[in-house]
């Protein structure tokens, strides 16, 4: 559910549709908002009133921010970072670590890696390391 104070209070604007007698207009919603109903009651709607460039001459327009489309769909893996074993599928998953900084570590099954067996293999070898490491202090 959240913290109902940093949700919104209205949303919209929507266009009227329709008036249902006096009390209750039909809106157009948007797709996010389709499984919620299409008519509501005059006393919660709002008219929109658009920002005046007059009152508010030092108001600056937010430039709409465009996010970087990835360049390739295919991900490299770096390395692996870590394991675990799901206790549903009794499934083996291994954190891995791509090339690309943009692309966050996921967590992905054997048979999802290509490559597995080296970076495995090298998780293992990590593994030993740290353990020798260990046992020496």
Known sequence: MGCTK?????????VNK????ENLVEVELSEELSNKHLTFP?????????SDAEKF?????VPQVIPPI???GIKRINKVLKERKLRTNKVWEYLVRYSDPTCEDEWLAERDIPEATKLLRALCTLEITILQRNILL
């Open 6 to 14: 940093l949700k919104d209070s209205f949303a919209g604007p929507f």
């Open 18 to 21: 329709a008036l249902h007698g």
């Open 42 to 50: 005059v006393s919660l709607i709002k008219p929109y009133k658009s």
């Open 57 to 61: 001459p030092m108001r600056n327009k």
């Open 70 to 72: 990835e360049s390739s």
